[in-house]
């Protein structure tokens, strides 16, 4: 089983509309909804991978009572899913609050999109005790851990740093895919992987330059960085060697939740004990599939499966 934690669960909305200009109103040509949050949308590409699944984190008030039933497939109108993997198991913990929205409106006329984030529910310590005994529980029958997204409100800072060297009592291996001060604290407790984008290590490290900027992740602690370099694919700086893994082409899309599929890629191959070539290969053609699917989350299956032999992998040095 792959356990991933998203204390900052969300309800997805998407607006299509066929041009994005501002200071105007706009007719909404496509609405569609999903369960959020990066640990969700990481889940849900592990499921339609083969992958037994389960989700923890918060989830309150109405918003999260119908990110719950979508997660489910349960909500009204929710269509059937046939012959499709499983939904991912529900172990998250209800809170007081209202759970979050996020709105993305994506211009059909550019394939740009525009994301709106509401902040989260405030988070109490009881209901931060009640996550720690949930997900002590859940570690017990895990392979992996993905630790995924921002804090709300009421988390303490360090949230992550403790669910990693929680995970290590366990034996579990940890990715951490995060940004900001969680991240760096993160990081300090050692997880096995990291998966930050290119901006995201430089606010790290204040290096641009992603190789430099992951070599210095890695002494601040973390045992493998794996980069996100968007449209030019990953770079994965591993005790076992440094390697970058590139797409075959660019592609226009939406490219919300292409990180958490790659996320997915990843820990996916851990879980199933793959090399770092094929994690890689793996990782870069889940993520340019997403970018070619409507909604975050998904992943245009015949895609994913015509990039998978196509993605270039090249080993940059030998392990260290």
């Known amino acids: 089983m792959i356990l991933t934690v998203t204390l900052n669960t969300a309800l997805d909305v998407t607006y299509a509309v066929p041009a994005l200009v501002p200071h105007t109103s ?4 496509e609405i569609s909804e999903r369960p959020g949050g990066k ?7 592990l499921t339609a991978l083969g992958h037994e699944t389960v989700v923890t984190g918060f989830a309150g008030g109405r918003t999260g009572a119908v990110l719950r039933e979508l997660l489910a497939g349960t909500a009204p109108g929710t269509p059937s899913t046939g012959s499709a993997a499983p939904a991912p198991r529900d172990a998250l913990v209800t809170v007081a609050g209202n759970t979050r929205r996020t709105l993305a409106v994506v211009d059909r006329s550019t394939g740009d999109t525009t994301q709106l984030n509401e902040p989260g ?3 109490s310590a009881g209901e931060w005790a009640a996550l720690i005994g949930t997900y002590r529980e859940l570690l017990t029958g895990a392979d992996a851990v993905a630790l995924c997204g921002s804090l709300p409100p009421g988390v303490h800072v360090g949230a992550y740093a403790e669910l990693i060297r929680l995970g290590h009592a366990a034996g579990v291996p940890v990715l951490l895919d995060t940004s900001g001060e969680p991240l760096r604290r993160g990081i300090a ?4 992987l990291v998966k930050p984008n290119a901006d995201e290590l430089a606010q790290l490290t204040g290096a641009r330059e992603p190789l430099r900027a992951a070599r210095d992740a890695r002494r601040r602690g973390a045992h493998s960085v794996i980069a996100s370099l968007g449209a030019d694919g990953m770079l994965a700086v591993t005790p076992d060697g440094i390697w970058r893994a590139s797409p075959p082409a660019a592609v226009q899309g939406n490219p919300t939740g292409a990180g958490d599929s790659a996320v997915a890629g990843l820990l996916s191959g851990v879980a199933e004990g793959l090399g770092w070539p094929d994690r890689l290969t793996r990782a870069v053609a889940l993520s340019t599939a997403t970018v070619l699917a409507p909604a975050a989350g998904e992943f245009d299956g015949p895609a994913y499966a015509e990039l998978l032999p196509r993605v270039g992998i090249e080993r940059l040095a030998p392990a260290s």
């Open 121 to 123: 529910p405030q988070i």
């Open 26 to 29: 706009h007719r909404v040509s």
């Open 39 to 45: 640990g969700l949308n990481v889940a849900r590409v």
């Open 189 to 192: 407790a050692r997880p096995d």
